[in-house]
């Protein structure tokens, strides 16, 4: 089965110039979604995880599958005031202005072994903040898992000692 | 298992006198979810599904859950602007002001038996918007799943045709 299959590339969005790597046919396909959770789970090499953290929103979707898979909890880390809990925070810079993330307080511990998921990385700024507050909380990142990478973005150098599997390459 | 025990009640957010039921307990424990997912496919008492629609951005977590553990797809109804490909559109109202969502125009046809999840029904505005968009789209919706039901906001009223399965009420 070739992932790539299931990925569509939409020209011109969000805006023009822009190659978007749509992941919503791979979502259509169950077979295709188990296929690619058994690859990032084989891409661990056996690791032991005691948590998956997915990034709002597409994190989610493969982030909740992983955590099914490997029979551990689920955290989310969420766009600035949407977590009621206490949090930390974490701002990042974008191409125009920048954006925050937060994590709850309460959700990682010293001795957790993590699996940080989103579904692309591209500059790699949003998963570089979500590192830095997996950090906070003490967490050990053992691996950062993306769907699609977009290797001319270069996002890994915000990312420097992360271990990082991408299923598909652009 | 109490599914009650799983989720955290976060008063006076996002504002005073809001009483927040905050799922990221139930996330955290791999158990609890896998009972939530047994329970709401038993809920549907072996009606055939297609595919599992789920709304932004809570909606993806057990939406894709509820896809694998059908052996069906996901589709993601997402907030204006976020979808790549052609949509349709459902805009409806908050408190103050209005909102927008949209679904994939290829994603859903004639024929699709849809299990439409969110996790809370509320005041409905966003669950009726979804359902409208599922129907414009020819699929026709077997369910409407959520994990938390506040019934003091009547959501329901808005859905006067759908089969309404909630696993938690308040």
Do not use: W
């Amino acid at each position: 089965m070739q992932l790539t299959d299931y990925i569509r590339t939409v020209e011109d969005f969000p805006k023009q110039g822009i190659s978007y790597k749509d992941i919503t046919p791979l979502l259509l396909d169950s077979k295709a979604c188990k296929h690619a959770v058994s690859e990032i789970i084989k891409g661990l090499n056996g690791e032991r995880i005691t948590k998956v953290v997915g990034i709002e929103s597409r994190g989610f979707l493969f982030g909740m599958l992983l955590a099914n898979a490997l029979d551990v909890g689920f955290v989310p880390i969420r766009k600035q005031g949407k977590l009621p809990a206490e949090t930390h925070s974490q701002s990042y810079e974008l191409e125009y202005g920048s954006d925050t993330i937060e994590i709850h307080k309460d959700a990682i511990h010293q001795g957790d072994r993590i699996l940080l998921h989103d579904d692309l990385l591209a500059t790699g700024g949003t998963a570089a903040a979500a590192y830095q507050l997996i950090k906070e909380l003490k967490g050990e990142i053992v691996q950062v898992n993306f769907i699609v990478e977009l290797d001319s973005l270069n996002g890994r150098r915000l990312l420097p000692k992360a271990k990082i599997n991408s299923l598909i390459h652009y």
